[in-house]
């Protein structure tokens, strides 16, 4: 007996707002127009924002019929919801897992004190790292961005300031535990580039890819604050950080190639900036010298601009570079500028005289980074050609240091030796004698540098490279291997990763753990290796732009996937109940966080199981958050086992809510007393009123059809309906319930005649029950083949196997290949 169940048509709403369906579907598969064969445990017709995506499927299977509902004149775009994710951490916290963009060293005043080196990532952090002769040790890590940190400065003597491409600045205790003392928001785009006067303690410049640049002065921009973190960060779109004190501030400037300034005229806390347009273009590099008087920036426009920082006006613009400008150093009179281009030439340029005064053709590739000598007598110099060069700004000797395996980002020169940032996780310490660079100059390999580019590429042509001084670093703080290669598997539980150094691991999200770790092996066969035939909607989405996972979920569609509680090996639930995968990880990622709340609530907090009454929460808008109770879901604050995230390597959670804007911070450094102000309000709808995103259909109709040359007629006239995801046993059995009619091929002893449509002697497969005067063994019992890319899958060799039907609204048809068999 053969039986095909077919699917009739499957209805599609458009937004009007989203790409045609032949936009979205080319390339992709079939055309619309045709008909198309949808695999089982393969997702189907996936629907994100009522648009279709249609993936190449074989055309052995199914039979879909598309067609537009017509009931979507009316319908409404639906509100963007504010999103969360959270970032998976190794076992190792105290070792960055991405490139390092900046170094800055913070000098004890005394001399048997203790020194620091301030290093930040592009996995978003900031680290401090104690100082020995031969080693470093971290003592802190500073966890507030949301995306890459690209420069730090010091301020005083105990501030520390960042910037990020998450548009902000945060200022930090140099001394503290890494908690963020203010974040100021003023720029539009990545901000990429901080100067700092050394002995105006207060001044710090800003620039980033929106072509503005921001004098701040520090102490007056951040204080008063009232609290210490993200929260109090001021509600205007384009306000800085202050309090409801008033505050008399004239000390921030924004620089204008036109020389204007302007005023804000949004008052917020208090605190009025002045702001105005920058640069025309991209900044990439500021420079100050130590009394707060004069700032040099540089960008993409490939010119020096010269500034006042005092007053916002412009002084001078030198040309001669011949692309982006990527490194600037001021002497501490100002007198002398240096700067480093993509053009691979480092010029010294007399301010005094407004010209370049030399060209050094250094390097063969672009230079990123720029260090001077106390006496701006000789300059470090390293980029894109992985080499590090020390150069004579008189007699311009050159000499290469070393060389790295990866390009070189930042350099910070700390007595005689120096510290070497890359595209890596480490940071390497190198002999570099800084207070008498001519020691180096005596061991001989030097080279003259020439003032033309194609010079020093052409000797590099000729081969006649020169050799590097040192061989090894003095040492290194090690890092760990960025993540470059991600793939989810089908369970949607399990993402396999292959980091800088090859090595392979599977990790599990909804624990936030590494639960394999496959070493170096070839990463396409273990996918391969891994795949298994199940199908689950895809309900978060990874990306590895810190050098770590990062796991994003987006409501509603995190709320999508469900799976039996025996699947995920839940110990005391009914087997066939289903448990939300996105319900459950955002559970387990805020457990400490409801744990501290409801300390903080007391025992009035806790009410028929709610964590939280709803008079504690301020009132929303149920209407535009379109919720409902999930019925499904046990109202409890229970964490399973399989989503409880670790404390020892806990994960970062980044989200906002409905003020202060994005933020970062450990799921065990998180106090309860973040609210909707600080998390997006279905985020606390999931966790702590157990209410999820209403869902358009719960169920998918079908019909059932004889398979090609079955004997079996059609039985069942009128739709049938089955729910998203149901074990296959449960499928068989409603088939062949339905399937069920009296039949003249039964044998005389009652039995069932396979292949002729004779009638089953039970009323129900697989309720236990069957025709007496058997043998137990000799009972028959159905066996059902369910085909899937030519592969068959009996009942009886996995009894609890999961199906999906439906992906969304969407259905799957199956063909089914039924008999009877003695077991």
């Given at each position: 007996m053969a039986i095909e169940i077919q699917e009739v048509a499957v209805k599609n709403v458009s937004s009007p707002c989203s790409p045609s369906l032949s936009q979205r579907t080319q390339n992709k598969g079939p055309s619309f127009a045709s008909s198309y064969s949808i695999p089982l445990f393969f997702p189907s017709l996936t629907q994100s924002h009522s648009c279709l995506e249609l993936p190449d499927w074989p055309r052995n299977q199914i039979r879909v019929e598309i067609f537009n509902a017509g009931n979507n004149a009316n319908s409404n775009r639906p509100r963007k919801e504010k999103k969360l994710r959270y970032v998976l951490r190794g076992t190792d916290d105290t070792k960055h897992c991405a490139g390092i963009n900046c170094l800055t060293v913070l000098k004890s005043s005394v001399s048997d004190g203790c020194n620091y080196l301030f290093s930040g990532s592009r996995d978003g952090t900031l680290k401090r790292w104690a100082l020995d002769e031969d080693a470093a040790t971290c003592s802190a890590t500073f966890e507030s961005h949301v995306d890459w940190v690209n420069d730090t400065v010091i301020a005083g003597d105990t501030t520390l300031v960042s910037c990020s491409s998450d548009t902000t600045?945060?200022?930090?205790?140099?001394?503290?535990?890494?908690?963020?003392?203010?974040?100021?928001?003023?720029?539009?785009?990545?901000?990429?580039?901080?100067?700092?006067?050394?002995?105006?303690?207060?001044?710090?410049?800003?620039?980033?890819?929106?072509?503005?640049?921001?004098?701040?002065?520090?102490?007056?921009?951040?204080?008063?604050l009232s609290k210490s973190s993200d929260v109090m960060e001021d509600d205007c779109s384009n306000g800085i950080n202050g309090s409801a004190n008033s505050l008399s501030i004239s000390s921030l400037r924004t620089i204008s190639s036109s020389n204007s300034i302007?005023?804000?005229?949004?008052?917020?806390?208090?605190?009025?900036?002045?702001?105005?347009?920058?640069?025309?273009?991209?900044?990439?590099?500021?420079?100050?010298?130590?009394?707060?008087?004069?700032?040099?920036?540089?960008?993409?426009?490939?010119?020096?601009?010269?500034?006042?920082?005092?007053?916002?006006?412009?002084?001078?613009?030198?040309?001669?570079?011949?692309?982006?400008?990527?490194?600037?150093?001021?002497?501490?009179?100002?007198?002398?500028?240096?700067?480093?281009?993509?053009?691979?030439?480092?010029?010294?340029?007399?301010?005094?005289?407004?010209?370049?005064?030399?060209?050094?053709?250094?390097?063969?590739?672009?230079?990123?980074?720029?260090?001077?000598?106390?006496?701006?007598?000789?300059?470090?110099?390293?980029?894109?050609?992985?080499?590090?060069?020390?150069?004579?700004?008189t007699t311009r000797e050159s000499l290469l240091l070393c060389t790295k395996?990866?390009?070189?980002?930042?350099?910070?020169?700390?007595?005689?030796?120096?510290?070497?940032?890359?595209?890596?996780?480490?940071?390497?310490?190198?002999?570099?004698?800084?207070?008498?660079?001519?020691?180096?100059?005596?061991?001989?390999?030097?080279?003259?540098?020439?003032?033309?580019?194609?010079?020093?590429?052409?000797?590099?042509?000729?081969?006649?490279?020169?050799?590097?001084?040192?061989?090894?670093?003095?040492?290194?703080?090690?890092?760990?291997?960025?993540?470059?290669?991600?793939?989810?598997?089908?369970?949607?539980?399990?993402?396999?990763?292959?980091?800088?150094?090859?090595?392979?691991?599977?990790?599990?999200?909804?624990?936030?753990?590494?639960?394999?770790?496959?070493?170096?092996?070839?990463?396409?066969?273990?996918?391969?290796?891994?795949?298994?035939?199940?199908?689950?909607?895809?309900?978060f989405t990874v990306d590895t732009r810190l050098g770590s996972l990062s796991v994003h979920l987006d409501t509603p569609q995190c709320f999508y996937a469900e799976m039996y509680s025996a699947d995920l090996n839940i110990i005391g639930k009914p087997e066939d109940d289903k448990v939300n995968l996105a319900r459950e990880t955002l559970k387990g990622l805020l457990a400490h966080w409801m744990t501290k709340r409801r300390q903080r609530l007391g025992s009035q907090a806790s009410v028929n199981g709610n964590v939280l009454s709803g008079k504690d929460i301020t009132s929303r808008s149920i209407a535009n958050s379109r919720i409902e109770v999930d019925g499904n879901a046990e109202n409890d604050s229970m964490v399973y086992p399989s989503f409880?995230?670790?404390?020892?390597?806990?994960?970062?959670?980044?989200?906002?809510?409905?003020?202060?804007?994005?933020?970062?911070?450990?799921?065990?450094?998180?106090?309860?007393?973040?609210?909707?102000?600080?998390?997006?309000?279905?985020?606390?709808?999931?966790?702590?009123?157990?209410?999820?995103?209403?869902?358009?259909?719960?169920?998918?109709?079908?019909?059932?059809?004889?398979?090609?040359?079955?004997a079996v007629q059609i039985l069942t006239q009128g739709k049938l309906s089955a729910p998203r995801i149901l074990r296959i046993h449960k499928v068989v059995n409603y088939v062949i319930e339905k399937l069920e009619k009296p039949s003249d091929n039964a044998n005389s002893d009652g039995t069932f005649s396979p292949g002729l449509g004779g009638r089953l002697q039970h009323s129900a497969v697989g309720d236990g029950s069957f025709r007496s005067g058997l043998k137990p063994w000799q009972k028959p019992r159905p066996s059902i083949e369910i085909l899937c890319n030519n592969q068959a899958s009996q009942l009886h060799s996995d009894p609890g196997q999961v199906i999906l039907l439906t992906s969304g609204s969407r259905l799957v048809s199956l063909y089914w290949y039924g008999n009877l068999m003695l077991w």
């Open positions: 600045l945060k200022t930090w205790n140099c001394f503290s535990d890494g908690t963020c003392t203010s974040t100021l928001r003023q720029h539009s785009d990545y901000v990429t580039c901080l100067a700092a006067a050394e002995k105006n303690t207060n001044v710090v410049a800003s620039g980033g890819l929106g072509g503005e640049v921001f004098v701040w002065d520090i102490e007056a921009a951040v204080t008063p302007a005023a804000h005229t949004t008052q917020c806390h208090g605190y009025v900036p002045i702001a105005a347009k920058g640069h025309k273009e991209s900044v990439y590099a500021l420079a100050m010298n130590d009394s707060g008087s004069l700032l040099v920036s540089g960008g993409t426009e490939k010119v020096v601009r010269v500034w006042d920082p005092r007053t916002g006006s412009k002084t001078m613009k030198l040309r001669g570079h011949t692309d982006n400008i990527r490194a600037l150093l001021l002497d501490s009179t100002g007198r002398y500028c240096l700067s480093g281009s993509s053009d691979s030439m480092i010029r010294l340029w007399d301010l005094g005289q407004q010209r370049c005064v030399h060209s050094y053709a250094v390097h063969t590739d672009s230079v990123w980074a720029l260090a001077s000598t106390p006496t701006f007598s000789h300059v470090y110099s390293g980029g894109r050609d992985l080499s590090l060069y020390l150069t004579d700004l395996e990866h390009p070189i980002l930042q350099l910070a020169l700390h007595d005689d030796s120096i510290w070497v940032a890359t595209t890596d996780s480490s940071v390497d310490r190198w002999p570099a004698e800084g207070r008498n660079p001519q020691k180096v100059f005596q061991r001989g390999g030097s080279f003259l540098a020439g003032n033309l580019s194609f010079s020093r590429a052409r000797v590099s042509l000729e081969g006649s490279a020169p050799t590097p001084v040192y061989k090894e670093p003095i040492f290194t703080i090690p890092g760990t291997p960025a993540i470059v290669q991600h793939e989810i598997l089908n369970n949607k539980r399990h993402v396999l990763t292959k980091d800088s150094a090859g090595s392979v691991k599977l990790w599990e999200i909804t624990r936030g753990v590494v639960i394999e770790d496959y070493g170096q092996v070839s990463f396409d066969e273990k996918k391969e290796q891994l795949f298994e035939m199940v199908s689950i909607p895809a309900w409880e995230f670790s404390t020892v390597s806990p994960p970062s959670i980044i989200t906002e809510g409905s003020q202060g804007g994005p933020w970062r911070k450990k799921i065990t450094e998180l106090d309860g007393t973040e609210d909707e102000k600080d998390f997006p309000g279905w985020v606390l709808d999931c966790v702590l009123s157990n209410k999820l995103p209403s869902r358009d259909s719960t169920k998918c109709s079908f019909y059932l059809h004889p398979c090609e040359g079955s």
